[in-house]
């Protein structure tokens, strides 16, 4: 950890800026009101995300301008299958994350604490310049939690969605009633990552909790005209009994919508559960079934090689209407946003996407 005169002097070095959603409390301890963890930080000190810092009685977004990781993803890699599936979107991340999970397979960024990638600053423009010259339909805000950098996601939406782009956020949606609401304003699309449906496991293997997740994603859905798509990472052994994935699946059919995609994710060993085996496609698969038969209409499965549960299929009369192998994304059985053969509407985004790409 830095000390407070190095905390000052890379302050003024580097032009930090002043957070949103927090308040002094005492003794020059500043409470963070952006995520549920409330993190009371002492001067000189960052908070759990790491990246918000207590600097002479103010918080700082040190990871504001900061890019650590980008590229241009395929959409579907988010994944986001009705959003405008077959484009690519310009991606990058930070460094820290607001969750603690201790399978994470992005953890040499989540949990990075190495300062040098601060030395270079981009600004909103940059973003959205690099976007449109990678002729992306927009930007991802990715990697790592885009929440903790949420600051800095307003300031580039705003850019992006005057310059005709689209903005995307891949999020664990541990956020707070007060932040969402700025931080979500300009964006178009969604994947929340809904870890479990289980409260001992968001205590136990993420240091979180479930209820601001789903109260995140009630209002998403509820309240908010954002497409949103939800994947589930199945761990043998931690959340993937029958049980669980049916109150899961009634959870969005009751509460959300049946409309909405779920993407079943295959882990792999990473990061502090090395000693756990990779799911098996059969427990996936299974996932899938169950699902479906709770009602939901649109069920992926990623993060594996598979021929099962990667086309978009007309949930009226069956037929393939996405076919995807990778991600190349065949888009021929589609008229606009409707099954070419039935003209039943499919739910999502699909504006000016025809073809095969």
């Known amino acids: 950890m830095l000390d407070y005169d190095m905390v000052n002097k890379i302050q003024s070095i580097y032009d930090y800026k002043i957070a949103s959603w927090w308040q002094l409390i005492d003794n020059n301890r500043i409470e963070c009101q952006l995520c549920p963890r409330n993190c009371k930080i002492p001067c000189g ?46 991606s990058f991340g930070t460094i820290g994350c607001n969750l603690g999970c201790k399978y994470c397979q992005n953890w040499h960024i989540s949990k990075s604490v190495n300062q040098q990638y601060l030395a270079k600053k981009y ?32 300031d580039i939406a705003e850019q992006a969605r005057h310059n005709g782009l689209k903005n995307v956020m ?24 809904l870890k479990a449906f289980s409260d001992q496991f968001y205590r136990k293997l993420t ?8 109260d995140t994603l009630r209002w998403l859905v509820n309240e908010t005209n954002i497409w949103v798509e939800i994947t589930t990472l199945i761990i043998p052994k931690q959340n993937d009994h029958p049980n669980e994935l049916r109150s899961l699946s009634k959870f969005i059919v009751e509460e959300l919508d049946p ?3 779920l993407h079943f994710s295959a882990f792999h060993p990473d990061f502090k559960m090395l000693d756990v085996p990779p799911t098996p496609i059969i427990t996936l ?7 479906l038969n709770e009602g939901l209409k649109f069920v992926y499965i990623g993060n594996v090689l598979n021929d099962i549960g990667q086309d978009t299929i007309c949930p009226s009369c069956g037929k393939i209407v996405i076919k995807r192998i990778g991600y190349t994304t065949d888009l021929t059985a589609m008229n606009e946003n409707k099954c070419a053969y039935c003209d039943t509407t499919i739910p999502g985004c699909f504006e000016n996407m025809v073809g095969q790409s």
């Not at 449109?132 to 930007?139: M, V």
Request: glycine share 8%.
């Open 123 to 154: 600004s909103a423009q940059d973003i959205v310049k690099f976007a449109q010259i990678n002729n992306s339909i927009g930007i991802a805000y990715t990697y790592n939690d885009p929440i903790i950098f949420g600051e800095w996601v307003i």
């Open 285 to 291: 698969k299974r996932a899938r079934d169950i699902a």
């Open 207 to 214: 240091l979180s909790n479930l209820d601001p997740v789903l």
């Open 259 to 261: 409309c909405i995609p």
């Open 170 to 193: 891949v999020t664990n949606g541990y956020i707070t009633s007060e932040a969402r609401y700025d931080i979500f304003k300009n964006i178009d699309g969604v994947n929340v990552d």
């Open 45 to 90: 000190s960052h908070g759990f995300c790491f990246i918000r810092k207590n600097i002479n009685g103010k918080l700082y977004n040190t990871a504001y301008g900061r890019m650590n990781g980008f590229a241009n993803d395929p959409i579907e890699k988010k994944p986001l299958y009705h959003f405008y599936p077959g484009s690519t979107i310009y």
